[in-house]
């Protein structure tokens, strides 16, 4: 049957249109009055009359009189209705707008997500709410995110996790997910559990999802902050260290601050095959000894081509272990014609080149070993930003490390200097100390160094210094060390070694120095010999003494055994 408003009942309609939306209500009884002795009343639920409803919720009764005209009463309870809808509407995203107001610059706060969470429970009229994080694939509760009565979490359905990764609510029965989509996949969702039968409205989830894409953004915001200062902390802890003490501490950060890993591991690039040199919970025996060529990697395994390698362009693999093809590797020189075992556990690879000034200097693996969607364009973006400065951390920490090589090196014989030895003397009476063993120190002097050097020139006695240099080098054990002292002197630490055995190399670096000769002149050095005593513990200044002093004892002993002309 239709029904037809008649034209008071229209004209009302028209003033309380005009109205600000919180006072249509109750400017409602006044304009009614107009209408005539047949105007009803307004009354509060439950009386009895036509019902006046905003959305689901009646928030007033008409009471008509008799014989009122019943169809022209419909019409206009469903158009104070519709005008009491919209007012709602616009107050509930005003009040949204500035919750949403409020999250920028608020991402550091970490009672936010409670914020979030307790607003729109109150807005919503909701029975409680779950902030979640999604790890491995899986949504975790985190327990300072739980406001009222969330309930047990449902048992998500893979639609729903795919309808998450792509930023779409889900709306259940019990409640609704909403993810809190940013420009990247979302990482954080909120679940609210809503009482039976409650609607959600194309406005309201219109609403909801600006107010999570906000904060969305935010996080990620946040996220980035703190990615850049880890990257800056990174910088000031790697300088200190050399460029293979850097490689694990750079590879956790990486795991650390790329979403979506689990495992990983760095392949540094020594000529033109890769090795590996960092590696997380993969099985290290598996790697140890495996080299790639550069063809297996950049080909193979990276597969996106050259122009793409030589940009340090990031590739996502899914399942790498039946995707990639044709990739093996070499371990102790023996060709395995295979993917490497650990790979057929991987269920998504990240591989991004790591350039400096053009050149692939290494390839960082980033895994994830449960879920095969871990890694979105955040994970890309932050792997990429994250090679760019692996890149140049590891140059500039080989760049310092060659220095101190440099600062530690003789230049003309190519070995360590008294800065080197002063460093090792020390570390090898600690070392001693905390093991209880023997140390002992040869002192070197060049015996006939002044004679040769006047005689036959500075060419000859830098020529002498260098094969001394190299016959006393070649003498030595694994595990002991020579430096150039100053001069014509020449100092050796052997750890682990009594005075009696220290006396037995002595006399190898002799027997070495037998047949080398300069100019048609022997090569012959005055050797001072002192070890750590019984029962005392090593002292690093006066085994040096003791040295110095043996060796100029040695060197009186050999001029009383010259006879004299």
């Not at 030589?310 to 996502?316: D, E, S």
């Not at 993917?339 to 960082?364: D, H, K, W």
């Not at 009594?498 to 300069?518: K, N």
């Amino acid at each position: 049957m239709a029904y037809t408003l008649n034209g008071r009942l229209a004209t009302v309609l028209t003033a309380l249109g005009r109205l600000p939306g919180d006072e249509v209500l109750a400017r409602l009884p006044e304009l009614l009055a107009g209408v005539g002795p047949d105007a009803a009343e307004v009354n509060p639920p439950g009386v009895g009359g036509v019902p006046l409803r905003c959305g689901e919720e009646v928030v007033g009764e008409l009471g008509l009189p008799p014989h009122a005209p019943l169809g022209s009463w419909l019409l206009f309870a469903a158009g104070v209705g519709a005008l009491l809808e919209v007012s709602a509407g616009r107050a509930r995203a005003e009040r949204l707008h500035r919750l949403t107001e409020r999250l920028a610059g608020q991402g550091e706060n970490p009672d936010l997500m409670r914020h979030i969470l307790e607003g729109t429970m109150q807005e919503f009229g909701l029975r409680g709410a779950q902030g979640l994080r999604d790890r491995c694939g899986i949504l975790h509760p985190e327990a300072h995110w739980r406001v009222g009565d969330p309930g047990a979490l449902p048992d998500w359905s893979e639609a729903e996790r795919a309808a998450l990764r792509g930023g779409q609510p889900t709306i259940r029965e019990d409640g609704l997910l909403l993810p809190l989509a940013g420009r990247w996949r979302p990482r954080l969702a909120m679940w609210f559990t809503a009482p039976p039968g409650r609607a959600w409205s194309p406005h309201d989830l219109g609403l909801l999802g600006a107010m999570a894409h906000a904060a969305g953004l935010e996080f990620e915001r946040v996220q980035l902050t703190r990615h850049m200062a880890s990257l800056l902390r990174l910088q000031e802890n790697l300088l200190a260290l050399g460029a293979e003490a850097a490689y694990r501490p750079l590879l956790e950060e990486a795991l650390r601050i790329i979403p979506g890993a689990e495992t990983g591991s760095l392949l540094v690039r020594e000529g033109d095959v890769f090795r590996f040199r960092a590696a997380i919970v993969h099985d290290l025996t598996e790697l140890r000894d495996v080299t790639f060529t550069l063809e297996d990697v950049r080909d193979r395994w990276y597969g996106l081509g050259q122009d793409a390698w030589a940009a340090g362009v990031p590739r996502v693999l899914v399942q790498p272990g039946q995707g990639v093809y044709g990739t093996g590797y070499t371990r102790g020189g023996v060709w395995v014609d295979d993917l490497l075992p650990s790979v057929y556990g991987i269920a998504a690879n990240v591989g991004v080149p790591v350039l400096y000034r053009g050149e692939v200097y290494a390839f960082l693996n980033i895994d994830a070993l449960h879920d095969p969607h871990a890694f979105g364009g955040d994970s890309v973006e932050v792997a990429r930003t994250f090679a760019l400065h692996a890149a140049a951390l590891l140059r500039e920490t080989a760049q310092r490390a060659q220095i101190e090589e440099v600062a530690r090196t003789d230049v003309l014989t190519g070995l360590p200097n008294r800065r080197a030895f002063s460093e090792s003397l020390e570390r090898q009476v600690a070392t001693a100390r905390r093991q209880e063993t023997a140390l002992s120190l040869l002192v070197l002097d060049v015996s006939n160094f002044k004679t040769i050097n006047d005689g036959l020139g500075h060419a000859a006695g830098d020529e002498a210094l260098v094969q001394i240099g190299a016959a006393v080098a070649g003498a030595l054990r694994a595990g002991d060390e020579v430096f150039r002292w100053g001069g014509d002197e020449f100092a050796v630490l052997l750890p682990r070694t009594a005075a009696p055995e220290a006396e037995v190399v002595a006399g190898r670096i002799h027997a070495a120095l037998h047949t080398r000769r300069v100019g048609g002149l022997p090569l012959h050095v005055t050797v001072g010999v002192a070890g750590t005593l019984p029962g005392e513990p090593p002292d690093g200044d006066a085994l040096l003494r003791r040295a110095d002093a043996a060796m100029y004892r040695a060197k009186r002993e050999e001029k009383r055994a010259v006879p004299s002309s």
